[in-house]
């Protein structure tokens, strides 16, 4: 079964909103990575969180890996069109298996 | 600075035959994965390779082999082909390993008729 799971599935913003997806393991995360892929167009590695409670930022996108390293989200603050794609967590668990979140499709109206 | 690359772009084969996609890499990272991209699936990893001449079965490893003779090279072959192997395939390489960061391809667009 699927190792991690991402929400929303799918997710329409008018542009100047803000956007959060969630992800969400059963099992521990030794680390967790996000990427973000455009229409038609492939991953692309945005970030690795490591440490519990970690947070970090690129300009309007706030990433975060939960205390217990089972959870992270990743928050965009007014999103712009360029924003648009799907975005991905995947993680590492202590087993050392390796599992991408199913993804969250933002769509941002203009 | 070609970076890397996936041949064919995409393809169309029929049920039963044999189709094999290139992953070509210039980096000289030590890893490289195969995934496939499913819609409600995300991606799964099919197999990866630490080097050359080392493989090893990912989350969807069955219909698929793989081979990795040269450090540049991770060829993805479907021995014989299912349209349930209808998918994106992306081919991506690391310096470290799963779990760090990867660069991915642009994909190989399959679909089995």
């Known amino acids: 079964g699927q190792q991690v799971m991402q929400i929303p599935q799918y997710q329409h913003v008018q542009e100047g909103e803000d956007f959060t997806t969630y992800c969400n393991s059963s099992?521990?995360?030794?680390?967790i990575q996000w990427y973000k892929q455009r229409p038609g167009g492939h991953p692309v590695f945005l970030i690795q969180?490591?440490?519990?409670?970690e947070v970090k930022k690129q300009k309007r996108l706030t990433f975060q890996f939960g205390e217990a390293k089972k959870n992270s989200s990743l928050h965009i603050t007014a999103t712009q069109t360029t924003d648009v794609g799907t975005y991905f967590c995947a993680g590492t668990n202590t087993g050392n298996q390796f599992y991408f979140g199913t993804g969250t499709s933002l769509t941002v109206i203009p | 600075d070609a970076g890397i690359t996936q041949s064919p772009r995409y393809k169309i084969t029929e049920t039963g035959r044999q189709v094999t996609l290139m992953c070509h890499q210039t980096w000289s990272h030590s890893y490289m994965f195969w995934y496939r991209q499913d819609l409600g699936h995300g991606l799964r990893l099919i197999y990866y390779?630490?080097?050359?001449?080392?493989?090893d079965k990912g989350e969807v490893p069955d219909g698929y082999v793989v081979s990795r003779s040269k450090t540049e090279n991770f060829p993805l072959t479907l021995e014989s082909a299912t349209r349930s192997q209808t998918s994106v395939y992306f081919c991506?390489?690391?310096?470290?390993?799963?779990?760090?960061?990867?660069?991915f391809g642009q994909g190989t667009r399959l679909t089995v008729v």
């Open positions: 390779s630490a080097a050359a001449d080392i493989t």
């Open positions: 969180l490591v440490k519990s409670g």
């Open positions: 991506a390489s690391s310096r470290q390993g799963l779990g760090t960061e990867a660069f």
């Open positions: 099992t521990t995360l030794s680390n």
